[in-house]
């Protein structure tokens, strides 16, 4: 079946060292996003993909960065993971063929310890 | 930007009706979508409205009116497992989505 899917779906990480979270898709969906949610809180978009162009939200901190090397992959890279880094990671596909519905993964659940 | 309001919980009894609304403000309005979404899991596509009106899939309904700035979805026959935290995002121009924090939605038997 095509699908979003995120490795791994939990992650520890120690406060300040780097962690990089992974999402690929069999979609073949140009356009990918990474959200964070916070228990009981409305997933947040951080950036996206269209296609090769990264487009970042105003307010994503400088610590989280993104890579996506070819249209199934792509990275969420926290440089210096805070406490505050924790929560849910989201990673969702769309695709202008399909009216831009995003199709989201089973998401990283990080803790910062 | 967007703000998107929905109330943060709601209860019912097996087989009954729910209705969960949402209201929004936007600066450029394409599109509206609910999503289920279950504890520790990602969020499920339920529904899409774009012009006014009722949309229906089987147990679950959702209506917009744009001019007012309004949208509902209506669970019927309610069953255990749609226990869960039901997310109205509003999409703009831009083709972004804007999730409210949810309605949490619990079943009783």
């Known amino acids: 079946d095509a699908m979003v899917i995120q490795n791994p779906r939990y992650q520890v990480t120690q406060f300040g060292k780097p962690v990089t979270l992974s999402c690929s898709q069999t979609l073949n969906h140009n356009v990918m996003y990474w959200y964070q949610q916070k228990s009981s809180q409305a997933p947040k978009l951080l950036f996206h993909?269209?296609?090769?162009?990264?487009?970042n939200e105003a307010d994503t901190p400088d610590n989280f960065q993104s890579r996506r090397p070819n249209t199934s992959f792509c990275f969420l890279d926290i440089r210096s993971p805070g406490l505050g880094d924790a929560a849910m990671y989201l990673c969702?596909?769309?695709?202008?063929?399909?009216?831009?519905?995003?199709?989201f993964g089973p998401g990283t659940r990080l803790t910062v310890t | 930007g967007q703000n998107i309001d929905q109330p943060t919980e709601m209860t019912a009894t097996e087989g009954a009706i729910v209705q969960i609304n949402c209201t929004y403000q936007?600066?450029?309005?394409?599109?509206l979508f609910w999503y289920q979404q279950h504890a520790g899991e990602a969020p499920t596509f339920l529904s899409y409205n774009v012009l006014d009106g009722l949309e229906e899939k089987g147990r679950f309904s959702s209506f917009l009116s744009r001019s007012k700035g309004y949208s509902y979805l209506l669970l019927k026959e309610l069953q255990m497992k749609d226990s869960a935290s039901y997310l109205c995002a509003v999409r703009d121009r831009n083709y972004k989505l804007s999730f409210g924090a949810g309605t949490t939605v619990t079943v009783r038997a």
């Open positions: 936007t600066s450029g309005f394409n599109g």
């Open positions: 993909y269209y296609d090769k162009d990264f487009n």
């Open positions: 969702a596909t769309s695709t202008s063929d399909k009216n831009y519905e995003q199709y």
